[in-house]
């Protein structure tokens, strides 16, 4: 990684370590390019890879058919961070 990319990744992990709301939070995220506007994962915010993969993937459940997707995370390969988690139809942040 060169050093301008590091320093922007540790400036931005500062300001989201800052932020008082989730709001203020998705701002951020969305503005320094770590997710889309439905909060689907595009990079790490750990390491700042666009290396990311659908992981612990859980089918079925209660009233849901088996074989149906009901939720999984988004995980960082080359880190491990869980970028996001979808669910039902949605991201989560
Ligand atoms: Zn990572």
């Given at each position: 990684m060169k050093i301008i990319d590091l320093l922007k990744l540790k400036y931005h992990n500062f300001r989201l370590?800052?932020?008082?709301?989730i709001e203020q939070e998705y701002i951020l995220l969305l503005k320094y390019g770590y997710?889309?506007?439905d909060c689907s994962p595009i990079k790490c915010t750990k390491c700042g890879s666009t290396n990311l993969e659908d992981m612990h993937e859980e089918y079925g459940g209660y009233n849901i058919p088996d074989g149906v997707l009901?939720?999984?995370d988004?995980?960082?390969?080359?880190?491990g961070n869980v970028c996001g988690h979808w669910a039902?139809?949605?991201w989560n942040l």
């Open positions: 370590r800052h932020t008082k709301t997710i889309e506007k009901c939720e999984f988004e995980v960082c390969t080359d880190c039902y139809g949605g």
